[in-house]
């Protein structure tokens, strides 16, 4: 039985490492639309926004908000780290 539930948490590392890339595949064309209309990659105020977003859900389905907070700004710096080397290139 054991065994089965690792295999299940495999497979939700499997999919969660490709939502990830997908998401940075994301903030790329993001970074592209935020250049072309002249905007700067971090604003602060939407990161706090989808942070708190995410802290009430996370409270809804009794996970630890504060973990929560720390995966999605973890993800969050990783995207803008990717859009200011996609910036810095052009």
């Known amino acids: 039985m054991l065994n089965f539930y ?12 490709n939502l990830i890339s997908g998401r940075m595949k994301t903030a790329l064309r993001i970074e592209k639309a935020k250049r072309k209309n ?3 990659i971090y604003c602060p105020e939407v990161e706090e926004r989808k942070i708190n977003l995410l802290k009430e859900s996370a409270r809804r389905k ?15 710096k990783e995207s803008v780290k990717v859009q200011e080397n996609q910036r810095a290139k052009k």
């Open 6 to 17: 690792r295999k299940i948490i495999a497979l939700i590392d499997w999919f969660l490492l």
């Open 38 to 40: 002249n905007l700067p």
């Open 62 to 76: 009794n996970l630890d908000e504060n973990f929560i907070a720390e995966i999605f700004s973890g993800i969050m």
